[in-house]
């Protein structure tokens, strides 16, 4: 297939993303299934341009905006999508040649319909290949304006830059905006019940990937040199799960509490990382997991790695996380990693940026508190409630956490013996932990933004 194809192929994924509302992950996942002849080149090249794409667009939108005389959100929606694609290409893809890159955004506008706005496009590209070439492209003052400046560099909505500039300063800002741009290592946890972590290291080593050990976890890797997972015998037969450490830490808050026959529930499973972990980690004791989600799509991906895995002990229940209840009674164990802004994992969501605004957050904290409730009436006295998200905004978190206590019933357990040392050794992590909670940042050991709090219901509480 031509490369020009490959552009096609990628005007369509960027369609799905960006006019449709699909995630970034599902729509490439999916063509890429559907392509899979691709030799590896072309499949790494349609990657990184919708990746790229999406991951770049507030940026790339403020670059056509000041070159084009139709501002962006009037634009026909195809001629926007390839106006971006390729001028991703002219200012990050430097392997491909400006002057490729805008024949082939014409042919693409031309083959879709639209030959009488090839000018247009031709025009507009030229102009800001010449500026590229010449070192001229101008960003907002990091003086006079610092949160546009931001917002444009690192692709953010500007009211986030500010938000972050207010409450974690210019610095840290800087470095967790930077961790926000690029490629997430891919990281996998390792399942116990088939191999141990030295054995997966080794059959990874055979198939020709490369598994660096974490340095937080050591059942943790980080993959690099691989093609396509799923062609990996290694992953066909369960031997690890897609899953990041700071996920994973939820598992390492769990272990005390996983006794003989321990009830597990999970009451926001999916993609059921932590629901697989948990049930991993109490097989041993004969306890059990039940794992809910409210989408079947997203409950079934659950089932599809339990088989690939080879869990026996987790339940897979289909339902409303405000709603549920299990006929067989109340549960030892309930995490919770609850809907949120997913402010922490932008460089795995790219798209959630663009989506969310500060409007979106009253609604997402009413649903919160309405699961968080709900979680802990499922709670036996004396039970553990885990509650996490994958966001670093404190009204989802910190907030949520006081929500929590102050409705009586709950107190705090430390975390300083569950939290791995070198997350501890980070300004301010030990002291959250001995309170019973811990805030990660992006840029921080590999691990995505991410927070958890663990809490114990007082034995005298229904």
Not at 245 to 265: A, F, H, N, T, Y
Not at 387 to 408: D, I, K, Q, W, Y
Request: hydrophobic share 40%.
């Amino acid at each position: 297939m031509a490369v020009d194809e490959v552009r096609s192929i990628a005007l369509n994924v960027l369609t799905e993303i960006l006019e449709k509302g699909s995630y970034t992950q599902d729509a490439l996942h999916a063509a890429l299934e559907v392509h899979q002849y691709l030799p590896h080149q072309e499949r790494a090249f349609l990657s990184q341009l919708v990746c790229g794409t999406v991951e770049r667009a507030w940026e790339l939108d403020y670059f056509l905006n000041r070159y084009s005389k139709v501002p962006v959100k009037k634009m026909k929606p195809v001629i926007c999508t390839v106006l971006r694609m390729a001028l991703y290409e002219i200012m990050f893809l430097k392997a491909v040649p400006e002057s490729a890159s805008v024949n082939e955004a014409v042919k693409l506008v031309r083959k879709r319909g639209f030959a009488n706005l090839t000018g247009f496009v031709n025009g507009v590209l030229r102009t800001i290949v010449r500026d590229v070439l010449k070192g001229a492209l101008v960003y907002p003052d990091p003086v006079k304006t610092p949160a546009a400046n931001l917002s444009v560099r690192y692709s953010e909505p500007e009211w986030l830059a500010e938000s972050w500039l207010s409450r974690f300063g210019a610095e840290q800002t800087e470095r967790m905006l930077a961790a926000s741009i690029g490629r997430a290592p891919l990281t996998i946890r390792t399942n116990l019940l088939k191999n141990s972590p030295e054995e997966l290291a080794g059959i990874l080593a055979a198939e020709g990937v490369t598994a660096v050990k974490s340095s937080c976890l050591d059942y943790a890797f980080t993959l690099e040199g691989y093609d396509y997972l799923e062609k990996l015998d290694s992953f066909r037969e369960g031997r690890y799960l897609v899953q990041d450490v700071s996920s994973m830490l939820v598992g390492e808050c769990l272990k005390p509490q996983i006794g003989p026959d321990c009830r597990i529930l999970d009451l926001c499973a999916a993609p059921g990382g932590k629901a697989l972990h948990a049930a991993e980690l109490a097989a041993a004791a004969g306890g059990s997991v039940t794992a809910c989600d409210v989408s079947p799509k997203r409950a079934e991906r659950i089932r599809e790695n339990q088989e690939r895995m080879g869990i026996r002990n987790l339940k897979i229940v289909t339902a409303d996380a405000r709603t549920w209840t299990d006929p067989e009674g109340s549960f030892d164990v309930v995490t919770a990693d609850v809907p949120c802004s997913g402010l922490g994992v932008i460089r795995r969501k790219d798209e959630n940026k663009y989506r969310i605004t500060p409007d979106s957050f009253g609604e997402l904290v009413k649903l919160q508190r309405e699961i968080l409730t709900h979680a802990v009436s499922l709670l036996k006295p004396g039970g553990t409630l885990v509650f996490s998200t994958c966001t670093v905004n404190s009204s989802e978190n910190e907030e949520n956490r006081a929500f929590l206590l102050a409705g009586g019933g709950l107190e705090p357990v430390n975390l300083t013996d569950c939290i791995p040392e070198p997350l501890l050794n980070r300004s301010g992590a030990r002291e959250q932990a001995a309170d019973g909670m811990l805030q990660l940042l992006p840029d921080e050991e590999l691990t995505d933004g991410f927070y958890l709090a663990k809490f114990r219901k007082a034995a005298d509480r229904q």
